[in-house]
């Protein structure tokens, strides 16, 4: 069962998983049973009952209560217990503990951010205290998206217009894969995360010390990390590679069309606004897509990724 | 013709014809030219006509389903860009939801079959067969004219807000399906009617055949849904067009109203799709055992319990969608109550065959392909409903497994099971039964190695619509790319026998299959107008413990049933023998 278990299913690692994967081998279990049965059935009587002569005379079968009865109900009670099943570990799966930590999620096409209460925002990566309930706050600012880890089971979708929640308490350290589940455009496949489950004490220090780490690097490494951290790599590539948006290679200093023939130079101002107002200016061929990064980087940071921008040549 | 022989039932006497072998005229040669086809209400031709746009659609439908399956050879990008794969995935869905399934067994096997088996010269609209022929084929072009100028990438679902901001000819697509949907309309409305009102004599309700029950069945979902996905089409136009903030957050909307909408049709539009497919094995394993059907009643009712309980499901595609969880314990349970009725269908075949006189003809093989994949969609299914496991298993590829196991496992198999059925009939050819036989093997061989692999992965949580993966779901992609190319192989073959026996297929007998059903006791092909003479009924379609010879069309008289002065009333005179 452990190896059928792992070859069917992620590893469990939240505390609501089990119930999930109980239901899920029991429901599989039966219906093999089921399966393998009447499958046997049928080609037993294919073959017992094969046409002899076109002569062959068939008993006139034309109904058996007792026996109708018998396959409507018992199907009738296995499919009940299923539902109750199935519809206890949902109430489990949404009712919220009261003393979760809370951690707001936005979501954007195409990527994940993620809000802590001191104010600093992560992007696709959400880092997490384990053993003790999270419960995850979350908008979408434009399309629907769905936050689905397979590690925890959860799956909850995004909404632009109002919030939905989520929650979920990790068994132990460790790192999980984060999907968007609901269909987003281009890179809906490329929309994903990862969750960092630390131990308490650990989650403290990452909180305390998340963000100034930053102060005493020098301003184009600090650039590089942050055009992975906020995922821009999603949908510019820094080797020349066309994506949903312009490459980062050659971009300094060239000059662009737009998509009303304004031709743009690309310098400071351009980029700071390509960042902050994204939509203001498209480059020519290119969709309107890129959300904006208001709030989510500082001008210190706007600085570095403009240095970083500079060393792509 | 006229082998004269007398019966004696209980009170009247009938004259019976055995049906002309081989006849020199029937529909496919009388009124020929393009002009006579297209103009025609023969409801055979209709059907013909449609089956001829079907198969264009499922190539066109597959041809994409495999480009899509070989861009998944590789973890990224293979040979086409991200756009363009949403693109292809959003055709594929559409076409072979909009254009193939939801017609497939209705407008094309229905229309064919629907008249001959209630004993009648056509449906009783035909006018307006024809008319829902060509808006099915306005449809069609619209949707063509929305592939070639942009594209649609929204998958088949046209969710918003996603759908109302995306580029492409949207509004298009949408105005396609639109118009598409009243065919099926006026389709389901000329049914009922024809069901109702235009049984030959004799045939009472507990006399029609059960592919006539699912096809009734299905028509009532056809006419009460399906103008809910017109009122949702529209609503999305006027929002796109006027800026009426119906589903757009962005205008005042609400994205999860659009949900219930589309799913409160698109719930049921997929009964339209497998409903009458259970009509098709119903009569096959009937005919291929030589056995009364077992549990006529419980069939027929089932069907039109699945169609009733069908309309208060919708809510289980919205799990996780952010609707109320007593909705969902409701749906959730609604959900599986739809679940009875079909396994009791599946129990009913099964006994049937007990007993039996099994043929295992080719569409007796399909049938029991049916059963086996149709059960494994049926279980997963079930998995689904389940609260608790549906949070974690939806919009995985589990989900796409589970419904290609319904649709193309199941509804597909059945098309097949009725296409090498009623082939011979439509026809006057015999095909192949090594290569129909080999072909069904390869596609059932193909099939299962397609999605077995793809219900791992969705349990493993590999995301559907995605154009990148990660590494670890390679190996499974690879092998079910590999079972696509074998179903394309499968029918590949399959197209090529039934090309061949189109043109040059040994000729048929009239019941090649010893069949008592009633289309089957007119000749192959059928006459331009089905019946020379109105047929009386006496026997159920399923009676195989009486003689073949009791089925054999008969008159209520022994002159031509048309005389005045020798009517006969006979659904009142006749009593039920059986």
Redo the contacts between chains.
Sequence with gaps: MNRFSDFMLPPAKSTTAETTDALFHFINVTSLIFLVGITIAIIFFSWKYRRRSDEDVTPVISHNNKLEITWSVIPLILVMIVFGWGFTGYMNLITIPDDAYEVRVVAKSWLWEFHYETGFVSVNELHVPANRPVKLVMSSDDVIHSFFVPDYRVKMDVLPNRYTSLWFEVTEPGESIVYCAEYCGTAHSNMLATVFAHTQEDFDTWLETAGSADDDMDPVELGEQLVTRNACDTCHSTDGTRLQGPTFQGLWGSEREMEDGEIVVVDENYVRESILEPNARITKGYQPVMPSYAGTLNDRQIDAIIEYLKTLQ | MATSEAKPTNKIQVRRYKPEEYPEKHYLNEETGIWAWMTTVDHKKIGLMYLASLAFFFFVGGMLALVLRTELLTPARSFMD??VY?QIFTLHGAIMVFFFLVPSVPAALGNFILPLQLGCKDVAFPRVNLASFYIYVIGAVFTLIAILTGGV???WTF?T??SA???GNVMMMTLGIFILGFSSILTGVNFITTIHKLRAPGMTWNKLPLNMWALYATSIIQVLATPVLAITLLLLTMERVLSIGIFD??LG????LYQHFFWFYSHPAVYIMIVPGFGVISEVISTF????I?????IAISSLAIAFIGFLVWGHHMF???QS?LA??VF??LT??V??PT??K???W??T????????KTPMLYA?IF??QF??GG??G??L????????L???YYVVAHFHYVMMGGMVMAFLAGLHYWWPKMFGKMYSEKWAKFSAIIIFIGFNMTFLPQF?MG???M????????DQFQSFHQFSTIGSYIIGIGFFIMFGYLLYSFFRGEKAAANPW?SRALEWQVSSPPPLHNFEHTPVIINGPYD??KPMSEFQLGIASKHNGHHAGEKVDISTTVKDKA
């Design positions: 991200a756009d949403n990438d929204t998958g969710y807000p996603y901001t995306t580029g957050p962005a909307g609400d994205p999860v055992s030589r056995k009364i077992f549990g006529y009643w419980a996780t969608a952010g969880s969902n314990m959730s349970f599986f109550l679940g009875i396994g009791i599946i129990f009913n099964v006994a065959m007990y007993r039996g006189s099994i043929d295992m029991q059963l086996f059960m494994i279980f997963t079930i998995m409903g389940a609260l608790a496991v549906d949070i974690h939806h919009d995985t791992v349990s493993q949580g995301p559907r619509r995605y154009f990148n993966y990660i010893g195989y413990h």
